[in-house]
């Protein structure tokens, strides 16, 4: 059975910083892409980060620089480092297993088939 929990998100101060965990069980991490997404209240689903099944890692263009994805094949985690958080950041984070190894079109929620429950991030002072 495919699973994905997310972890670590909480209120944090602007310029401060987070790490998410995405746990996932059923499957291998080497054998999928995994992507984060995030929604805020009244906004759609937006892609922010995206790991490759080869390790491959993109961002969306707003976040480069402040965003780090990465993975730990023996945990089966990816991870989502977020440094220099600011309000507009705030919404529920989200990890979702891709149908695809790898895709360039990874910000399109229809790519992937599991979901986490998401993690609320509140930057706020």
């Known amino acids: 059975q495919v699973q994905l929990v997310e972890s670590g998100g909480g209120l944090v101060q602007p310029g401060g910083s987070l790490r998410l965990s995405c746990a996932a069980s059923?499957?291998?991490?080497?054998?999928?892409?995994i992507g984060w997404f995030r929604q805020a209240p009244g906004k759609e689903r937006e892609g922010v980060s995206y790991i490759s099944s080869n390790g491959n890692t993109y961002y969306a263009d707003s976040l480069k620089g402040r965003f780090t994805i990465s993975r730990d094949n023996a945990k089966n985690t990816v991870y989502l480092q977020m440094n220099s958080l600011k309000p507009e950041d705030t919404a529920v984070y989200y990890c979702?297993?891709?149908?695809?190894?790898?895709?360039?079109?990874?910000?399109?929620?229809?790519?992937?088939?599991?979901w986490g429950q998401g993690t609320q991030v509140t930057v706020s002072s």
């Open positions: 059923g499957f291998t991490l080497d054998a999928y892409a």
């Open positions: 979702a297993r891709s149908r695809y190894r790898s895709s360039r079109l990874w910000t399109l929620t229809g790519q992937y088939n599991y």
